[in-house]
């Protein structure tokens, strides 16, 4: 019988091109997205060469990081912001690729957009200069975010010279408590296996927590992959995935639908298949999280406190434990529920999706932002946002005095002028805490959508199913 | 791309683990639509004031340092975001090459098609260069591609290993892409594979 495979091994074997001698591969990439912030130099680069686009159709361009999440019709502000969005147009233009314009109501954050339209389906892999392209890993689709001397690649090759990953798997066992979603899994593994606990890896997430979570729950959790180090993150397609996928404007129709379903059937790993690196986690024991500190992998589940360096003995974990708190304008011991916030945010392609602003609109109902408190909601998309407002949420959120935003990175990377200041401090359903992420000397606290409400409407970090 | 065969020069001690892509060079200077001009504003946060003076305890702020070459830095350096800036960034400034127990998967990718060398080495071996680093502009170290080795000021030499393939690359500074063109007509009959056996691809 032939070796078993991994989901992994499988789309990556299907890809290859070449293989030289030293086992570095030319693998083929079937998809890009493209945004304004990393694709500007590629573009240019292709230029200066003389060189094509290989497969226009192969690509896929819109704006989401630098744009205004404001009153579109009028014109962007920022000088540079609105030069690179300009730019990604034209080039759009000049190398004949399908672009989607900044007031199309398809246009939102890469990762959003790209499974809305169907562009990302399983057993494909994809390719977009963005480090939380894993999101697409959801779907069975190999995804890796790039820098631009690789979007050039793709774009003029179709292809990217890659050494094969590692098979790393997480299982998650049982089912989550109520009230736990995937943005606390993903944090939560984060928190296990550490930030550089990945690297060289893809990681497949397996297990029945994962079987039973939503696209929207994968995708989350796909997103994060990144802040575990590893390449990308992979679940397996099946029901769940193929009902998602069926229909979308991008996605196979008819015969073409039929013969692309039987092959994804084949993806998932097979028995007995091996992996490099296991890690099992059970989900019956994880709360709400949030992390407290300057990097993903300092999170807690809500009921902690801000741990206390001096019983560290590493020198320099120590010292980052020190600066951490200091940053953060914390003290060691304090109750995570102690914690007062400024500005909270609800977007990113992490947590911007209708189900996420669903949980989030059942805590702000009939509730208000608590004084002082600056809350806002930024849709993936366009298509989200109008849905939302077809179910009246975009109502819930304002009544409960919530800022209802167009669609766009925003204060998750802090670029479009959606930032915090100077030692204020956010709850945010994005995926980085670094320093300044949201903005300069800003302090964030990451969380999933429902713990980011909860937040706002208390003043402080809180349990939302006190609220439920 | 730039060459990069050897480099001799002043190594600046960066200890600090996980030192992220937004560390590196925050997101805002990203609106940028050129790969030079960066190094103005690398480490950003660390290097200046909130009135744009500089903060004259951060390394690279030490006159010591200013003409840094390499960096000896802590694990995982590069994590966080794909931003090709953050090597622009560090090569701008003038740093050509990273030395650390670990580096982030998508910044050593990227480093390497900017002719930018990353030595991976156990963390005792980057603390003992960490130590000579700290003693500044006295100590300065060699990194010679060819050979895979690093002399340290006092003499000792320190072997590494690097991808062969990224070595080929760096010491001709050879394009990537030039060198995948040649593979076109592999490229087109794949294509052409996958067109009949999975269409909707
Ligand atoms: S929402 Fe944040 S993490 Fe996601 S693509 Fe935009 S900037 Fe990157």
């Given at each position: 019988m032939a070796q078993p495979k991994?989901?992994?091994?499988?789309?990556w074997e299907s890809h290859v091109v070449d293989v030289q001698e030293d086992g570095t591969c030319?693998?083929?990439?079937?998809?890009q997205i493209i945004h304004e912030i990393t694709s500007a130099q590629a573009f240019e680069g292709l230029r200066e060469a003389g060189r094509t686009v290989r497969r226009p159709e192969a690509q896929l361009l819109v704006p989401d990081h630098n744009v205004p999440t404001t009153d579109r019709s009028l014109p962007i502000e920022n000088e540079e912001s609105r030069i690179q969005i300009d730019l990604l147009k034209e080039n759009a233009e000049a190398f004949g690729l399908p672009y989607i314009e900044l007031n199309d109501i398809r246009q939102g954050i890469v990762h959003v957009i790209g499974p809305e339209q169907g562009f990302t389906l399983p057993g494909l892999t994809m390719a977009c200069g963005d480090s939380h392209t894993s999101t697409h890993g959801a779907f069975g689709c190999l995804a890796f975010g790039i820098g631009t001397s690789e979007v050039e690649h793709v774009l003029a090759t179709q292809s990217l010279i890659?050494?094969?990953a590692k098979n790393m798997r997480v299982t998650v066992d049982g089912a989550l408590p109520p009230g736990v979603v995937a943005k606390d899994l993903a944090l939560a593994i984060i928190g296990a296996i550490g930030t550089a606990g990945g690297t060289g890896c893809v990681i497949e997430y397996a297990g029945k927590a994962v079987e039973d979570l939503s696209m929207e729950g994968r995708m989350t959790l796909c997103n994060m992959t990144i802040e575990g180090g590893a390449r990308a993150g992979l679940v397996a397609p099946d029901r769940t995935t193929f009902d998602y996928v069926k229909g979308r404007p991008m996605a196979p129709k008819g015969a073409a639908w039929e013969q692309a379903e039987a092959y994804w059937r084949t993806l998932p790993s097979d028995p007995g298949a091996t992996y490099d690196k296991e890690v099992t986690i059970s989900a019956a024991s994880i709360e709400p999280q949030v992390t407290w500190g300057t990097s993903p992998e300092m999170v807690l589940p809500i009921s902690g406190s801000v741990p206390d360096p001096s019983g560290e003995q590493d020198g320099n974990r120590k010292r980052s434990l020190e600066r951490a708190i200091e940053y953060m304008g914390l003290s060691a011991g304090q109750a995570l529920t102690d914690i007062r916030v400024d500005k909270v945010f609800i977007g990113s392609c992490t947590n911007s999706r209708i189900e996420d602003l669903r949980t989030a609109a059942a805590v702000a109902r009939g509730r208000s932002v608590a004084d002082g408190v600056h809350a806002m909601v930024v849709p993936g998309s366009g298509l989200v946002k109008h849905q939302a407002e077809e179910e009246g949420l975009d109502a819930v959120f304002k009544e409960a005095g919530f800022d209802w935003r167009e669609p766009g990175c925003s204060m998750c990377i802090a670029m479009n002028g959606d930032m915090l200041q100077p030692g204020e401090r956010s709850?945010?359903?994005?995926?980085?805490?670094?320093?300044?992420?949201?903005?300069?000397?800003?302090?964030?606290h990451l969380m999933s959508p429902a713990m980011a409400a909860a937040a706002a409407v208390n003043g402080h970090l809180s349990d939302h199913r006190e609220l439920l | 791309m730039d060459k990069f065969t050897s480099l001799q020069g002043i190594a600046a001690p960066f200890p600090m683990v996980n030192v992220d892509t937004d560390r590196i060079i925050p997101a805002r200077f990203l609106k940028t639509i050129k790969k030079t001009g960066l190094g103005k504003n690398l480490f950003n946060e660390l290097r200046y004031n909130e009135d744009g003076s500089e903060k004259p305890d951060f390394i690279l702020n030490k006159p010591a340092y200013?003409?840094?070459?390499?960096?000896?830095?802590?694990?995982n350096f590069g994590c966080g975001s794909s931003r090709e800036h953050a090597p622009w960034a560090l090569i701008d400034f003038g740093i050509r090459c990273v030395i650390a127990p670990s580096f982030a998967d998508i910044f050593n990718n990227n480093a390497s098609k900017n002719g930018m060398l990353l030595i991976a080495l156990p963390q005792e071996t980057v603390d003992k260069l960490m130590e000579d680093a700290e003693k500044g502009g006295n100590a300065r170290l060699s990194v010679d591609l060819e050979k895979q080795r690093i002399v340290r000021p006092d003499g000792e030499v320190i072997d590494f290993d690097i991808d062969p393939f990224k070595k080929h690359c760096l010491?001709?500074?050879?394009?990537?892409i030039a060198l995948t063109l040649q593979k076109d007509d592999k490229i087109g009959a794949f294509e052409d594979a996958r067109k009949t056996a999975q269409p909707w691809a």
């Open positions: 991994t989901l992994f091994d499988k789309i030319l693998l083929y990439i079937d998809r890659q050494r094969p709850a945010s359903t994005s995926n980085r805490n670094f320093e300044g992420r949201q903005g300069p000397g800003g302090r964030t | 200013r003409e840094a070459g390499i960096l000896v830095a802590g694990d010491l001709n500074g050879l394009d990537d």
